[in-house]
């Protein structure tokens, strides 16, 4: 599929920068999340990048027989009421595994908020694994994978990933981050 998703990419306009983390695990935050056409970029630009990465979605989405595909394409759903045992499964999850990336929107929903959710972060340093910030600009039809970096101090990077999305045009630029 790689071969077909390079053509579309190319056919219209767009382009996969950056190179595939070389860790064995991995967290990927990909924003902004502002339409459901970014899920279609991602299965794009997961091929393209040659990444066996799976993603987290809302329980509400897996219902049969959308469950089936969305599992099929790696698809893990969560229950998003209960934010602290999501980030001690989703660890539980990278301890189990000797080679394992997910992929998840840190805004939570594709409306527009004001500050990125934490859970990430907290994945990454309870499992002590990297975060790789990749973006899904639409106005200049680029996806972009930065090189992975190490949490340190929550507040510090949070800033850091916030100055790197505010310069970001999501499909509904309205909800962009600013």
């Known amino acids: 599929m790689r071969a077909v998703f390079r053509f579309m990419f190319w056919l219209l306009g767009w382009e996969a920068v950056g190179t595939k983390p070389t860790d064995k695990k991995f967290i990927i935050i990909v924003a902004p999340h502002t339409s459901f056409w970014d899920f279609f970029v991602g299965v ?68 527009k908020v004001e500050r990125l959710k934490t859970g990430f972060w907290r994945i990454a340093k309870a499992a002590n694994i990297p975060i790789v910030l990749v973006s899904f600009d639409f106005k200049r039809r680029r996806v972009e994978m930065l090189e992975p970096f190490m949490p340190g101090e929550m507040e510090t990077d949070m800033e850091r990933i916030m100055a790197y999305y505010r310069g970001i045009t999501g499909k509904r630029p309205g909800q962009d981050l600013r």
């Open 44 to 111: 794009a630009a997961r091929s393209i990048f040659r990444l066996d990465t799976k993603y987290l979605g809302k329980k509400e989405l897996f219902w049969f027989p959308l469950s089936v595909i969305l599992r099929w394409l790696g698809g893990y759903p969560v229950d998003r009421t209960n934010a602290a045992g999501l980030v001690e499964s989703v660890v539980d999850l990278f301890n189990s595994k000797d080679a394992f990336s997910i992929a998840l929107a840190p805004e939570g929903t594709r409306k």
